[in-house]
């Protein structure tokens, strides 16, 4: 325990990777730690404004729309039958080109810190920075990742994985079953064999030894590496925790719930259209995802006559005069003001 932190002496890095809803909760965690220690954080050039003004913010080179150049034809994967693999593919191809070739500048702020906490898509780079320095790392998980005999990867998607995992979930007698943890260690072989060689560089440039799969990659995502912790950072009552996690995984619950930026206020149109409906209107948000069915959406309210706030870019349509009446796009707003003021959310 000499080794980790003292609460007196925390400097904390924080590295997301991601749309607004892997920012949002890692701002918010560097809020409450700035209130005691000191906290830099990193971020990608359009979710800087999600920060608050205690914490030190570092650039990272790009916003998420540079990701869907990757989308297409990843370099690995694309002709596997698993959907997810493939998918696999085009997450590795951004951590590969986007995420590791920035170690330089992270290395230089890590060399200062106590401790490191990263995102998913930031792990690898975060695990290689932890290693070189010595100091703790902790992995936050915003959804269920750790591998567990009691329900499959949520992300495996057929229809029949996907019904197996909400059934595991539901089912109060589950019982472990070994071909469920191999539907996430799949996965992860996948994302570490197709990383690969380019892995490989930044541990060389690092000058440190990569690290193998089953030997230490294995142990750290289970909870069973003694520097490395993760943290569950999504809510127990709808994903419920496992008897085989390891000991170093914490089970923290959401993070970002009542996280509103200190210095963030809400635009006057959407007080506007606010107080003037009659009722609380719908919530409609897609954040950066892909979505073609906006007029859709649009038709369906009118048909059902409801006032609604369209958050993410994905979902900005021509407004004409009679939709400006009854919809507002906004390109992002803190959910933790807006939910309350709404009568429900339909999400992604």
Known sequence: MSAHPTPASMRALLITVGSRGDAEPFCALADAL??????????AQDVQNLAPSSVTVHTLPWTQMDFYKYTGSPSHGSDHPNPRVRF???VADIIAELVLPQWEQVLEVARHATVIITS???????????????????????????????????????ETKTTKCVEAIQDVDRKPVEENAESYWELERFQHDFLGERLDKTYSCL????????EHLRAALAGHHATTYIANAFSHQLIPSCPDSGPNVLDVGPIADHYVPREWEPPADLVSFLEGCEEPPVCVGYGSMPFEKAALVMELLKE????????GDALKTAETGES????????????????????????Q
């Open 34 to 43: 700035s209130r005691n220690h000191h906290a830099d954080i990193f971020l």
């Open 88 to 90: 696999v593919g085009v």
């Open 120 to 158: 998913s898509l930031a792990r690898p780079l975060a695990m290689a920075l932890s290693q070189k320095l010595g100091i703790p790392l902790c992995i936050v998980h915003l959804q269920p990742l750790v591998p567990t005999q009691y329900f499959p990867h949520y992300s495996q998607t057929t």
């Open 207 to 214: 000058e440190i030894t990569s690290p193998s799969f089953d």
């Open 304 to 311: 059902l006559n409801k006032k609604a706030v369209l958050v």
């Open 324 to 347: 400006k009446a009854t919809v507002l796009c906004i390109s992002s707003v803190p959910y933790a003001w807006l939910l309350p003021k709404c009568s429900m959310m339909l999400c």
